[in-house]
């Protein structure tokens, strides 16, 4: 310090001295001001701080690698052949690259969160201020993946800007890593996957506040308006302007432009992927008088292409992330001009931004050009309704065609030589060949049902040696179906307040309420949509609570149950057991950890601020949550899925999930690693082997279900609540898979963890089968389980946290 007093300085550099004190000086005051507890041990965690707690994972959840390639091609001494588990020339072996390349999904993930919310918040501090305050509903604890991980307790949005700085500071560090000749062991490049993983929901914990906060989005509320969803919803008289991708700041430009232009109801405003949820989010917090969503949710990611082949939207305006690549030239066929509005997706479009309205428009009307780069919001907001008023009218003029008519779909379809080349290169092996063949006989029912399922991805027509426009031929047969495409979603709420967290705490805790089932992530399903409805009716009419975000949020809406009514309209949107909550986009994920952090806070009265490591202990232990990723495709996916693996959070993953190349998979048969502390005394005590993974796939929805139960059994289960947990269980594995399931009896404590119905047979194949000693008069069990049941342990893996005996 002596040398700031002493130093001679430039006027420049003296500014620049002040603003990096003022920061740090200010994070600390924050610190100190407002933290009305102690610090924990590791506020802003470097890359190895939590490194011992990673291991202690790995120990139990041993890292399992499914290589999708064998070589490695990172530096020019590759591409080296690690076939075999070799080294390649710099010394790193298969597995170790493996982990290096899962550690990169997951950090590009994260990367793509925080710089969303930096985006965000440069953007809003622009419009309002350091100063301006945060508000998400009604919370004492603000952003509690913030908290645990940094120690800061956020309350303006300057606050977040020095959150980020230390994301972006650790992404750095992370990123470093990867580079050739760093890490070299597979188990340090997993802790480091790990350290991504939560950083990536600090990040997104900080996106989604800054846009609550700032855009009136539902703050908590337990009753947010339904939003109408599906391509059928679009009325195709009106023009159409369609949004895609994740950053909703120049959407509301838009929105904003409609409304004071009177051209809310003229024009129709869609959106695919999670810019459509945060558009149905905008201004509906309540303060306005008018609760009915400004857009409607055309769907998810797999019907982007689907949607400009239906050659609907008059204009396109893009942001960031998820965003199909071939927009452009996909549009450009269909006269559609394309905005985008961000710097991650620019298409080599020329930089509109600061040129006049009136000139811009003429290009893109006149064809000229085929779209601009615009990253002025408020030219955004005024050009794109323009724009898609004269599009409309031109459009028409030239009689543009999207798909073919009922002559051009029969020349199609009779090109087909059944050469299955697109069915090889489909990534569902969707029988195409076989529609095909129908279709030519006039039944276009296999096509129908090819429709759901395909991800529209464009692959088979690339494969099509006779150039049929497979896409097209998929939605024209399936037509009828689509006009009736037409769902409910709820906005997304965002947090879970403290007020539900107090109610249903102690039921989570002690499994009264069976479990937290988080269904999350895109729309890469292996067998269609429909599957999400199933899982979440399922697990709703079983009073589990399911959360749902993103691409997960919107499928399952498009869904009605034998009332005629969608899951958003039958269950109530409340945080609590049997209730369905959208939290909203993908950001909102953090929502969920920090929903099962809020639960160790106030309902166990943990320390919350830089204490990630005792949070995420009581979670693996106490807090039933199973988070599924059904559809998983991105790398924003595995980071979110690996910040739930640092906090003790299980997640299972559809079978395409195995593509990220690997698994956190622990062994139940491995006795000793099913031993953790009693934190009463220090003594060591048996747990069941629950939850079984962290990170895993499944293969099918029928696999998947007894294992969503499973998964949410915890070793501090009160009786009442293993009975539960286990009822589930047993039931789900007999409906879905039509068998007991092999290992019940291993989560039974005593005779009442078992199911009440079913316990006097469920005692007999106790006593004959596995050798259980039962006092049949008063139907108790007297010898056999290896656990016992104490609700007051305190199961724990952490030494330090025990009072010694
Ligand atoms: S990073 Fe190592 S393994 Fe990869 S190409 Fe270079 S030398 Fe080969
Ligand atoms: S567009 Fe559909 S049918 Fe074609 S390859 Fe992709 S998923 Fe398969
Ligand atoms: S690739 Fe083309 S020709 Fe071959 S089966 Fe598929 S649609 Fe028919």
Not at 336 to 350: E, W
Not at 566 to 590: D, Q
Not at 658 to 670: G, Q, T
Not at 740 to 756: C, F, G, I, K, S
Request: proline share 5%.
């Amino acid at each position: 310090m002596s040398e700031l007093t002493t130093g001679s300085f430039s006027i420049g550099d003296l500014e620049n001295v002040q603003i990096t004190i003022n920061n740090i000086v200010g994070a600390i005051d924050k610190q100190m001001e407002k933290s009305d507890e102690e610090m924990g041990p590791t506020p802003k965690p470097g890359v190895s701080s939590l490194r011992d707690w990673d291991h202690t994972i790995f120990e139990r959840y041993n890292p399992i690698y499914t290589p999708m390639c064998d070589q490695c091609c990172y530096c020019t001494f590759g591409p080296c052949d690690l076939s075999g588990n070799k080294e390649g020339a710099c010394g790193i072996n298969l597995e170790a690259h493996n982990a290096r390349e899962f550690m990169l999904r997951v950090m590009t993930g994260a990367a793509a969160h925080s710089g969303h919310g930096r985006h965000l918040l440069h953007h809003m501090i622009d419009l309002y201020g350091k100063d301006y305050p945060l508000d998400v509903g009604p919370t004492n604890i603000i952003a509690p993946n913030v908290q645990a991980v940094t120690g800061i307790k956020p309350e303006t949005l300057g606050d977040l800007d020095i959150v980020l700085n230390y994301v972006e500071e650790q992404l750095t560090q992370l990123l470093a890593a990867v580079h050739a000749g760093q890490e070299g062991a597979a188990i340090d490049f997993e802790s480091k996957a790990m350290h991504g993983g939560m950083i990536d929901h600090v990040g997104m914990e900080v996106s989604d506040i800054v846009q609550i906060s700032c855009l009136g989005f539902p703050k908590s509320d337990a009753n947010p308006p339904l939003a109408d969803i599906g391509m059928g919803c679009i009325d195709p008289s009106k023009p159409n302007l369609i949004v895609i991708g994740h950053n909703v700041a120049a959407v509301t430009d838009i929105i904003d432009y409609m409304e004071d232009n009177d051209l809310s109801d003229k024009i129709e405003l869609g959106g695919l992927c999670c810019t459509a949820l945060d558009m149905t989010r905008y201004k509906m917090d309540g303060s306005a008088e008018d609760q009915v969503p400004k857009a409607k949710i055309i769907g998810s990611l797999a019907k982007e292409l689907k949607m400009i082949r239906s050659g609907a939207p008059d204009v396109i305006v893009v942001d960031e992330q998820c965003i199909r690549a071939d927009v452009l030239p996909e549009a450009q066929k269909l006269m559609i001009p394309v905005i985008t509005t961000n710097d991650k997706v620019m298409y080599g479009l020329k930089d509109r931004s600061n040129d006049d309205v009136e000139d811009i428009l003429a290009d893109l009307t006149s064809g000229k050009e085929p779209g601009a780069l615009l990253l002025d919001f408020e030219k955004v907001g005024e050009i794109a309704p323009r724009l898609a008023m004269m599009m409309s009218e031109i459009r028409k003029q030239k009689g543009i065609k999207a798909l073919p008519t009922e002559e051009e779909l029969k020349d199609q379809v009779d090109k087909c030589v059944h050469c299955l080349a697109c069915e090889i290169a489909c990534p569902d092996n969707l029988p195409i060949s076989e529609a095909m063949k129908l279709a030519k006989e006039g039944d276009f029912t296999k096509f129908e049902w090819i429709h759901d399922k395909c991800i529209g991805c464009g692959r088979c027509e690339f494969a099509c040696p006779k150039d049929i426009d497979i896409v097209n031929v998929i939605e024209k047969s399936s037509q009828k179906l689509i006009r009736n495409e037409i769902g409910k979603v709820r906005a997304g709420r965002g947090p879970i307040s403290d007020p539900e967290i107090r109610e249903e705490g102690v039921n989570l805790v002690l499994g009264t309420t069976p479990g937290i089932v988080a269904m999350v992530g895109c729309s890469n399903y292996p067998d269609g949509t429909k599957d999400l409805f199933d899982i979440a009716k399922e697990m709703l009419q079983r009073n589990y609570i399911v959360v749902v975000s993103g691409c997960s949020a919107m499928d399952l809406g498009m869904y009605k149950d034998e009332d005629g009514l969608t899951l958003y309209e039958k269950y109530p949107a409340k945080f609590k057991s049997g209730g369905l909550i959208n939290v909203g986009s993908c950001v909102s994920n953090a929502h969920i950890t920090a929903a099962v952090i809020k639960v160790a806070a106030i309902f166990a009265q943990k320390q919350v601020s830089g204490n990630y490591e005792e949070l995420a202990d009581y979670s693996l232990n106490r807090v039933g949550a199973v988070g599924v990723a059904w559809g998983a495709y991105s790398q924003k996916a595995a980071s979110i899925g690996t910040g739930c693996s640092r906090l003790g959070i299980p997640v299972i993953l559809g079978p395409h999930g195995s593509k990220y190349r690997r698994a956190l998979i622990a062994k139940p048969y491995e006795d000793q690693k099913w031993n953790v502390y009693d934190a009463r005394d220090g003594s060591e005590m048996k747990i069941p082997a629950a939850p079984e993974f962290l990170l895993t796939t499944c293969e099918t929805i029928e696999e998947m279900m007894p294992m969503l139960a499973k998964s949410c059994i915890r070793p501090s289960d009160n009786n009442m609540g293993r009975m539960i947990k286990l009822t589930h269980y047993i039931e789900l594995s007999q409906k879905y898979l039509g068998v007991m399931p092999d290992d019940w009896q291993n989560y039974v404590r005593m005779e009442t963890d078992l199911p009440l119905a079913k316990r006097q047979e469920l005692l007999k194949i106790l006593e004959e089968e596995h050798g259980w000693e039962i006092d049949w008069k008063r139907k108790k069990i007297l010898s056999g389980p290896v656990m016992k049941s104490d609700v007051s342990a305190q199961p724990t893996n952490l030494k330090r946290l025990c009072k010694e005996a």
